[in-house]
């Protein structure tokens, strides 16, 4: 007949074991039938100092501990073998293991690499981040790693982006994504087989602590929408949605859809940002929008920009604007805005006293306006003014000015009023306080180049990090070689002095001081110097001084092979 504790291992055989239980059942083994105890007296009697049943202590008295830790060190050797497959694998990706965040993005993974990183995934309990995006060839085959996910039951973010996921894959995760309660990141970005009704099986099942959902370009309908916005409610802890980039999400259906996401945005109280980027907004969608607004005082960054059907249509929204009292970024680049959209804009600036940044870039009518919003906008505060593609006239270049000693960023990029005045606005600028300059396609002169050099011998651009010089060809050698030999430039992590396409120039009369410049820019990690000459000799030694210091050069040495022939 079959012994009671056999019985009890069978019964109990699904169920984990804790160590203790383990320990017990190798000692009941040891000792003979007739010799054994009932259980209650097993865990009725222990010893005070081990926690080891009392008998069972006595009578294995001088064995060696190891014999009780036997289970526990083959779970361990377990634990440090996984732990070395896993480390082996992202070695041949280039990346390192990190119990916390796992990164393989960018990696060119395919499903049988999927596959092995999903059987890897319970080596990492304490797992909070993972990312696969960009890797296309796993498409159709995301199950392989989300059947994996209850290991990591702890992932707070998840980034899928442009992995060319379809139907399959978002339904596969919409079964997994219970597995996830903690999560509060989820990007499926650039992933166009979402959208189309595949999302919708996916939304109702995603945990209430989610605080971001990223749906950029991911071909979301006004079904989509209608559905997005019908688990508004589910997600109050939501604070930013992102669903840029999706412009059949308010065109079809007569944008009903989107009515209805933006009516039930009034319920995601805890919205802080929201992107609508290139979503085909039109005016009634900008109505809809600002009703909703008026319930959401949190919301602290608003993204309409590329909309260009909001054109003669914004004053439908900006009668709502008042309400967001913490708004401080408002986007509205290439929006296609009128005067008559400017001054409606003009006219709420003054009641947004948070705001410190207003974009309203590659709006051509905006550069008559700028004396108007410089004068409306709460000066001390504002720290971006982008006002690139704006056709700005002398009178507004001036008026800029004015607003130009707080700005933290300044980018009057392709506003061609700048060359020959460029001293107008960097003698406005306070000094060490600007982080990005943009000055491309400014016709500037070498003695706006000679300005700027004179302004970063003095120091005043010493935290700047972004310098965009690109498409000046005017500028000539002299004005380079000025800029590169001023130094003042200890911070810098970006420069860019490309030529135009189909145009090239050599750069050895300047080349020189720009590699003298090199060791005085310890920051820098990326220049940009597309088009531009070089003779064989000299483009060793541009590739050598970048090299050692890991910068990533963006040069076009073949125009300067072909030129040399």
Do not use: Y
């Given at each position: 007949m079959e012994s009671a504790d056999g019985q009890r291992g069978r019964d109990g055989g699904s169920q984990r074991r804790s160590p203790l239980d383990v320990i017990m059942s190798q000692i009941r083994r040891k000792r003979s039938a007739s010799d054994r105890k009932p259980l209650g007296r097993f865990l009725s009697r222990t010893s005070d100092r081990t926690g080891i049943p009392e008998d069972a202590e006595s009578e294995n008295k001088g064995r060696s501990p190891a014999s009780f830790s036997g289970v526990s060190a083959s779970v361990e050797s377990e634990s440090d073998a996984g732990w070395g497959r896993l480390r082996v694998f992202l070695q041949k990706l280039g990346k390192k293991a990190d119990s916390r965040s796992l990164s393989v993005a960018h990696c060119d993974l395919t499903a049988t690499d999927l596959l092995e990183l999903g059987s890897l995934l319970r080596f990492?309990?304490?797992?909070?981040?993972?990312?696969?995006?960009?890797?296309?060839?796993?498409?159709?085959?995301?199950?392989?790693?989300?059947?994996?996910?209850?290991?990591?039951?702890?992932?707070?973010?998840?980034?899928?982006?442009?992995?060319?996921?379809?139907?399959?894959?978002?339904?596969?995760?919409?079964?997994?994504?219970?597995?996830?309660?903690?999560?509060?990141?989820?990007?499926?970005?650039?992933?166009?087989?979402?959208?189309?009704?595949?999302?919708?099986?996916?939304?109702?099942?995603?945990?209430?602590?989610?605080?971001?959902?990223?749906?950029?370009?991911?071909?979301?309908?006004?079904?989509?929408?209608?559905?997005?916005?019908?688990?508004?409610?589910?997600?109050?802890?939501?604070?930013?949605?992102?669903?840029?980039?999706?412009?059949?999400?308010?065109?079809?259906?007569?944008?009903?859809?989107?009515?209805?996401?933006?009516?039930?945005?009034?319920?995601?109280?805890?919205?802080?940002?929201?992107?609508?980027?290139?979503?085909?907004?039109?005016?009634?969608?900008?109505?809809?929008?600002?009703?909703s607004l008026r319930c959401l005082p949190s919301v602290r960054e608003l993204d309409l920009s590329c909309n260009r059907g909001l054109a003669g249509g914004l004053s439908r929204l900006t009668c709502h604007l008042p309400h967001l009292t913490h708004l401080e970024s408002l986007d509205l680049h290439l929006c296609c805005l009128s005067q008559a959209d400017l001054e409606a804009l003009v006219q709420v600036l003054p009641s947004l006293t948070a705001l410190t940044e207003l974009d309203v870039s590659s709006n051509k009518d905006a550069g008559g306006a700028v004396h108007l919003l410089v004068a409306s906008l709460p000066p001390a505060r504002v720290r971006r003014l982008p006002l690139s593609s704006c056709r700005l006239n002398e009178e507004s270049f001036r008026a800029l000015a004015l607003a130009a000693p707080y700005l933290r960023s300044v980018d009057v990029s392709w506003c061609k009023v700048v060359g020959g005045r460029l001293s107008l606005l960097l003698d406005a600028l306070q000094p060490s306080v600007v982080l990005e300059l943009r000055l491309s396609g400014c016709s500037l002169t070498a003695a706006d180049l000679q300005h700027l050099a004179d302004a970063c011998r003095l120091g005043r651009f010493s935290a700047l990090r972004v310098l965009d010089l690109s498409y000046n060809g005017p500028v000539g050698d002299a004005g380079w070689s000025a800029l590169f030999a001023a130094g003042g430039l200890g911070s810098l992590e970006e420069a860019d002095?490309?030529?135009?396409?189909?145009?090239?120039?050599?750069?050895?009369?300047?080349?020189?001081?720009?590699?003298?410049?090199?060791?005085?820019?310890?920051?820098?990690?990326?220049?940009?110097?597309?088009?531009?000459?070089?003779?064989?000799?000299?483009?060793?030694?541009?590739q050598h001084g970048v090299k050692n210091r890991k910068i990533r050069l963006e040069w076009d040495p073949e125009v300067s092979d072909d030129l040399n022939r």
């Open positions: 990492l309990p304490q797992l909070e981040e993972m990312d696969v995006s960009w890797n296309e060839l796993i498409g159709g085959s995301l199950m392989t790693l989300t059947s994996h996910l209850q290991h990591v039951s702890g992932i707070r973010t998840l980034k899928l982006c442009s992995c060319r996921l379809n139907a399959d894959d978002v339904a596969a995760l919409a079964e997994a994504v219970g597995s996830a309660p903690l999560l509060e990141v989820l990007d499926l970005s650039w992933n166009s087989g979402v959208g189309g009704g595949a999302l919708q099986s996916l939304l109702g099942k995603l945990p209430p602590s989610l605080r971001e959902l990223h749906l950029v370009a991911c071909q979301l309908t006004a079904a989509d929408a209608a559905a997005l916005g019908g688990s508004a409610a589910l997600l109050p802890g939501l604070r930013l949605l992102d669903v840029s980039c999706n412009p059949r999400l308010a065109q079809e259906a007569g944008a009903g859809g989107f009515r209805e996401l933006a009516a039930a945005l009034s319920h995601a109280a805890a919205l802080s940002a929201l992107r609508l980027q290139g979503c085909g907004l039109d005016g009634a969608c900008l109505h809809a929008l600002g009703t002095v490309s030529l135009r396409p189909l145009t090239s120039a050599p750069c050895s009369a300047w080349l020189p001081a720009l590699l003298g410049a090199l060791p005085r820019m310890p920051a820098l990690t990326r220049l940009a110097m597309r088009r531009w000459t070089a003779g064989e000799q000299e483009g060793k030694q541009l």
